[in-house]
């Protein structure tokens, strides 16, 4: 009973680890999408959800500006997360990842 138990145990760590992955670039692919719509527009956009693989994104966005000496510059901040599953179960998966672009 111990080893079915320990068995059942690794497959779904080792299947949570899997998710894992797959959320991580669920998130870097909205992240890259908000990047490239940041780069172009110099602005800043967030997404409504999409799905990836299986997974909920969304990309948010904060634009701050500044002046140095007589440059005006601009910040974006973007976070891109990924989700599946319910929040408080076992088959929770999430992943964020963020990224500054200076314009």
């Known amino acids: 009973a111990f080893m079915v138990t320990f068995s059942n145990t690794q497959q779904l760590t080792s299947a949570q680890d899997l998710q894992g992955t797959k959320a991580y670039w669920a998130a870097r692919a909205g992240l890259e999408w908000g990047l490239a719509s940041a780069n172009v527009s110099s602005t800043c956009t967030s997404s409504t ?16 500006s500044y ?15 990924a989700s599946t599953g319910t929040a408080g179960s ?14």
């Open 67 to 81: 002046t140095e000496a007589t440059t005006s510059i601009k910040l974006i901040q973007l976070t891109a997360i």
């Open 49 to 64: 959800p999409f799905a990836v693989d299986g997974f909920t994104v969304t990309v948010s966005c904060n634009l701050a």
């Open 90 to 103: 076992v088959s929770y998966i999430e992943r964020s990842v963020s990224a500054t672009l200076e314009k």
